[in-house]
């Protein structure tokens, strides 16, 4: 039997994939995986790859700066654009399958961005990982428009990409995990600017206090806070608590209440 692939003989068989290409336009986010995909996808296509992000409110007005940033330092084409899904009242209601409407209306807007540049080659960056978790409705909506995953391809995990990433010396190698601001809104509550102009401040707030991984739970008037178990301690602390109350207050929650399973805990 075979030994296991050990993560630069996968990204050896990722470039041999890619030059198979000859031009790519590639979904971009600035996390992670994109950000590792676009790396090894420049260093085959060059100018013949497009990096090409959603300029949309479901996403930090400061993680889209971060993202186009690291572009512009490593030299990476990238073009933003705005996509559709608040124009779909089905992404709106907030049902369980909000992420397969949004992403739908992203990438069909990738899809006619990519065509309009000469481009019939779309890339994403899901990963050995996302195969597996079946609550990922949005990876369907990728592949129902014609996009490829390479990095799934080649079996690349999680953890794989954020080795390879740090080798690379990218930045985002161990960026914490991030998805859009629409899920931390209940299943079924309607997803608003609003709403998520709120949530987006009071994930600043803990972004600015130096957490590394949260979120901001929004339940009408309440907002429920999540950080990691190992940093609750710290959000204890009275004057740092006040601080981050006090500003979740100011931003039109009425109550602020930390929950104790931790981030990302069932």
Sequence with gaps: MSSPLSALEKESRLLQQLRLYPAAALAYSGGVDSSYLADVAFEVLGENLLLLIADTPTQPRAELA???????????????????EFDNPDFL??????CYHCKGEIFASLKQHAAEQGISILLHGENADDAFDTTRVGVLAAREAGALAPLADQGFTKEEIRQRSRARQL???NKASFACLATRIPTGTPISREILCRIE???SLLQQAGFHQYRARHHGDLCRIEVEEEEMARFLDPALRKTIVDGI?????SQVTLDLKGYGRP
């Design 66 to 84: 971060a993202a186009l940033d690291l572009a512009g330092e490593r030299g990476w084409p990238v073009m933003s654009f705005t996509s559709g």
């Design 93 to 98: 209601a907030n049902s369980s399958q909000r």
């Design 171 to 173: 930045p985002t190698w």
């Design 201 to 203: 401040k009071a994930e």
């Design 249 to 253: 207050r100011k931003i039109g929650y």
